[in-house]
């Protein structure tokens, strides 16, 4: 009987959650489910590891940007609840991930429970940070809490509040956190300070967030807020403010992206003045409403990111995975053939010369006299001819293993991605078991079979974003298909190929 894995009974639960709020990604999750497949018979995943946790299947927006910015504050005047501490000096010192709960009190939970649960998007992270700063990823607590709250505003969602950015003073694990959740953000809200535009915070925080931001496919998910300009009412100068603020944006070289300027009214300085006050609160007003628009539109943007990330990974497999596998097979193959080459072509040579220098040849004859006198019986010869080719093939074996450990040690040198280094270890030695030829030109797990597999993917894929285009947009006019109300078509099921496959052992329910 076989139990079934944690991770299949978390898909499953995914799956279904998602049913109702998003058909379309409910069948995505299907399409990861073969994907995770492909991946365990190619070594490269163990029975517990999914390409569907590496994303987070919730909407997810953060709000970075310089200390005392205000970014908890707008958090908390967003969510209409008072969940975040606020204050002039540098308050928060860990990332809050914000979530929804039903209960009617804040609960606020060890950076643990997040680092321990694949539904959310730091799942595993302390490995992550261990990998950058040893010794802190059991700290992981340090860095990270979880916090619900149950503003109806934050259902389906994921906030996460970050420490104020401080890149002289921020440790390598905030920083490479920081890196994480822009990779993984749907929206990133990156707040500065209208009473310091151009302070050494800002410019760490544009030269950490803004620089990287420029070649990134995604840039548009990038708010730039310029926040407390409230602050400028009394010499009436927000214009020249927002203009400097924006011209130090550009010196980095960001000149497309949007720009708003705020200030939240629940806390800002009263402004005297009816006319600049008028003028003000229409401005931010608008910005505000631009912003939470955006907010709200998130849910879509995730659904395009989860499918960019199926399609990243079908590549991934196909194009550095599988390649780099027959790689190895092949340096794999030349360095045991020319080893073995070397130790038996010596072993012969010493052979040659030995019965050479005693005189053993006649002509091209070998004439041995010990086996014309042999005594010992016909099946001691076999036995010692037996143990000659256990010894060679001991031998065989040993060169193979050690061809194999030496080439892994080169090619793990040569991989980007660190976090994939497990896997790929796992895949070499699934590739280069006693068991397996070396002759072998593919890795093991894939053949024609799973290229189709991988096609059909890439398919449904396009499949997919045709599905969310005709829910979120409506280039027709077509009065049927109301942008947002879900398509006709949202909830058929597209072919995921996973049907008629046979599933991983890992993956019957027992
Ligand atoms: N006048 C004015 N004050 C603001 C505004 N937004 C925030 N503040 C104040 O600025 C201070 C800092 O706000 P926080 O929300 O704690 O700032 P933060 O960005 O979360 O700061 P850290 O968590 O320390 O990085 C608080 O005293 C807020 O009351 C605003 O729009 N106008
Ligand atoms: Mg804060």
Redesign the pocket.
Known sequence: MFKESHINQRLRNLKKRLKEENPVLSNVVDSFRTLDQISRRLGYFNKEESHATRTSWWPLISIL?C???????FINYYLRHKLQT???Q???DKFSVICFTNDDKVRVLPGLALDADPRFPFYKISQAIEEVAEGEGQRIDAYLQLKTCPSELLRGKILIDS??FDADAQRTSTLRITDHIIDLSDLVLV?FDARHPESGSMRDTLQHLVGKTLSRRDSNKFLYIL??V??TASEDNIEEVFASWQRALAQIGLTAGCCYAI??PD???PIEDDNIRERFEAKRDAYLGEIFERIERVGEERAYRIIGMLEGTAHLLEQEVVPRMRQFLLSWRRKTLWTDGFIFGGILLIFLAATIWGGYWDGLSLELPFLDDWSGGKYLLYGILGVLVLGAAYIHVTVRQWASKSLMTKFLKKINDPESAPNYTRAFRKNSAWYQSIFRRQPVGWSKRTKQRLAHILDNSNAYIQKLNDMYTNPSGDETHMPGMGSQGADDTIETGTSDEPSDASEKIN
Do not use: E
């Open positions: 940007g200390y005392s910015a205000g970014k908890s504050t606020t204050g002039n540098a308050v928060d420490p104020g707040f926040n407390q409230d602050n200030y939240i806390v800002a300085v």
